[in-house]
Nanobody, 121 residues
Framework: VQLQASGGGLVQAGDSLTLSCAAS????????KGWFRQAPGKEREFVAS????????YYSDSAKGRFTISRDNRKNMMYLQMNSLKSEDTAVYYC???????????????WGQGTLVTVSS
C-alpha cells in the first residue's frame, strides 16, 4: 500500500502549482484523504482534507482561498491546486488517507512520501 505525492518544485512567489497523490496497492476510493506539510524547522501541519466523495472539504486558515483540494476516484488520485504561492508555503507536502475525514495527523492512517515545494520571493 503506497501513497506517492508528486508535483513539487521551485516556483516564484505568486505562481501556481498542482500537487498530485497517487495510490497503489489498494484503492482508496472509500477513504478520506488529506494534505499536510512540514516547513524547515517546524512541525507538520494540516493543509486540506477531503471526504471519500469529494463533497466535503476542509482547509487550514493559510490554505483557505488559495488552495483547492480535489480527487478523482476513477483514477485513484488526489490533487492540491495551489495558487498565489508565498514563501511561507515552502515545505515538504505529504498526502495521507484515512477511514474518516479529519484535520489532525492522528486522524490519518496511511502516509505517502513527501514532495518538496520551494517558493522563492
Amino acid at each position: 500500500v503506497q501513497l506517492q505525492a508528486s508535483g513539487g518544485g521551485l516556483v516564484q512567489a505568486g505562481d501556481s502549482l498542482t500537487l498530485s497523490c497517487a495510490a497503489s496497492g489498494r484503492t482508496f476510493v472509500d477513504y478520506a484523504k488529506g494534505w499536510f506539510r512540514q516547513a524547515p524547522g517546524k512541525e507538520r501541519e494540516f493543509v486540506a482534507s477531503i471526504d471519500w466523495s469529494g463533497g466535503d472539504t476542509y482547509y487550514s486558515d493559510s490554505a483557505k482561498g488559495r488552495f483547492t483540494i480535489s480527487r478523482d476516484n476513477r483514477k485513484n488520485m488526489m490533487y492540491l491546486q495551489m495558487n498565489s504561492l508565498k514563501s511561507e508555503d515552502t515545505a515538504v507536502y505529504y498526502c495521507a488517507a484515512s477511514g474518516t475525514v479529519g484535520v489532525r495527523e492522528d486522524d490519518f492512517t496511511w502516509w505517502g512520501q513527501g514532495t518538496l515545494v520551494t517558493v522563492s520571493s
